[in-house]
């Protein structure tokens, strides 16, 4: 079994800064690409960033510049540190990782539990 446990959501002011961190833990034979995701009320499941084993990165346009993903494959942690936040970056975050567990031959998705987020004016 492999679990995602996420950590470092909160309330902040706007204009500040949150770093959530992911730790992939369990039966775990590799890691592949990893991501944040978020939601808000009223909306989609959207990618807010994503990063490969190798380290490539993307952004969504509404945090480019502002948000920066990371990761510690030697830990299976994947970090977003979230710089000069907004209101409307509002949301639940989700982590997310590409995963062959032990024992297995294909790589499979798994979800973190989600964490709060949320930005006053």
């Known amino acids: 079994q492999v679990q995602l446990v996420e950590s470092g959501g909160g309330l902040v002011q706007a204009g500040g800064s949150l770093r959530l961190s992911c730790a992939a833990s369990?039966?775990?034979?590799?890691?592949?690409?990893m991501g944040w995701y978020r939601q808000a009320p009223g909306k989609q499941r959207e990618l807010v960033a994503h990063?490969?084993?190798?380290?490539?990165?993307n952004y969504a346009d509404s945090v480019n510049g502002r948000f920066a993903i990371s990761r510690d494959n030697a830990k299976n942690t994947v970090n977003l540190q979230m710089n000069s936040l907004k209101p409307e970056d509002t949301a639940v975050y989700y982590c997310?990782?590409?995963?062959?567990?032990?024992?297995?031959?294909?790589?499979?998705?798994?979800w973190g539990q989600g964490t709060q987020v949320t930005v006053s004016s």
């Open positions: 990063i490969t084993r190798g380290g490539s990165t």
């Open positions: 997310n990782a590409n995963v062959v567990p032990l024992g297995d031959y294909n790589s499979r998705n798994y």
């Open positions: 369990g039966s775990i034979f590799s890691i592949g690409a």
